[in-house]
């Protein structure tokens, strides 16, 4: 029901939305992953990054896309829970699970198992338009673990003006999605981090 569900709310209402009010441009689709385990490595500055990034995908592959995302924000409230579970699909990262001596990545890892492709914003926060902050090293701590996984980065243009930060009305703005080649485990989490750093910037400076 819940991916039924989820699979119409899209249809319906978000894919329309992209289209009709966003002008979105896309470079690389032909290197998203088409299966998985897999992570989309993304830049973030809105609301919009999720929706437009799954909005990527086939409607009939949305069940196996899915964000990773902050479960002391997007769980806190009831309304907000059913929302980020059951329309977008989220897999809760518990940020406070370190402090408990527990895995913050335990569902996140289950979803690799599953072999579905995750959304991962490495900056870990919504930054301010057009600007990138230094990703966290929490991507690299999981890959280590899945050596194996397809690390796709993306750099997102745009969004963060047509719904920034602490804003609930989008207003039409034209932005780019660029997709880099996928980046392997490098066998080192600074090396690893750096590539991750490097292929942002680079991805950022296309037009």
Same mark, same amino acid.
């Given at each position: 029901?819940?991916?039924?569900?989820?699979?119409?709310?899209?249809?319906?209402?978000?894919?329309?939305? &992209? @289209? $009709? #009010?966003?002008?979105?441009?896309?470079? +690389?689709?032909?290197?998203?992953?088409?299966?998985?385990?897999?992570? /989309? =490595?993304?830049?973030?500055?809105?609301?919009?990054?999720?929706?437009?990034?799954?909005?990527?995908?086939?409607?009939?592959?949305?069940?196996?896309?899915?964000?990773?995302?902050?479960?002391?924000?997007?769980?806190?409230?009831?309304?907000?829970?059913?929302?980020?579970?059951?329309?977008?699909?989220?897999?809760?990262?518990?940020?406070?699970?370190?402090?408990?001596?527990?895995?913050?990545?335990?569902?996140?890892?289950?979803?690799?198992?599953?072999?579905? &492709? @995750? $959304? #991962?914003?490495?900056?870990?926060?919504? +930054?301010?338009?057009?600007?990138?902050?230094?990703?966290?090293?929490? /991507? =690299?701590?999981?890959?280590?673990?899945?050596?194996?996984?397809?690390?796709?980065?993306?750099?997102?243009?745009?969004?963060?003006?047509?719904?920034?930060?602490?804003?609930?009305?989008?207003?039409?703005?034209?932005?780019?999605?660029?997709?880099?080649?996928?980046?392997?485990?490098?066998?080192?989490?600074?090396?690893?981090?750096?590539?991750?750093?490097?292929?942002?910037?680079?991805?950022?400076?296309?037009?």
């Amino acid at each position: 029901m819940s991916t039924m569900l989820r699979i119409i709310f899209h249809a319906l209402f978000v894919r329309p939305f &992209i @289209l $009709i #009010v966003i002008g979105l441009r896309v470079l +690389g689709r032909d290197k998203l992953p088409t299966q998985g385990p897999a992570i /989309i =490595a993304a830049n973030h500055n809105s609301h919009l990054d999720t929706a437009v990034l799954m909005s990527l995908f086939p409607i009939t592959r949305l069940a196996r896309v899915r964000p990773a995302a902050a479960a002391d924000y997007f769980l806190r409230s009831g309304p907000m829970a059913w929302f980020s579970k059951t329309l977008m699909g989220i897999v809760p990262v518990d940020r406070q699970a370190r402090e408990r001596g527990e895995d913050p990545f335990v569902y996140v890892k289950e979803a690799l198992a599953q072999d579905q &492709i @995750l $959304i #991962v914003f490495p900056e870990g926060t919504r +930054g301010e338009p057009e600007q990138m902050v230094e990703p966290k090293k929490g /991507i =690299a701590h999981l890959v280590e673990q899945y050596p194996h996984l397809s690390v796709t980065p993306v750099y997102l243009r745009g969004l963060g003006k047509s719904l920034p930060k602490g804003s609930w009305l989008p207003v039409p703005f034209f932005c780019d999605v660029i997709v880099g080649e996928p980046i392997e485990w490098t066998g080192d989490r600074d090396s690893f981090m750096e590539r991750i750093r490097s292929e942002g910037l680079t991805l950022s400076q296309q037009r």
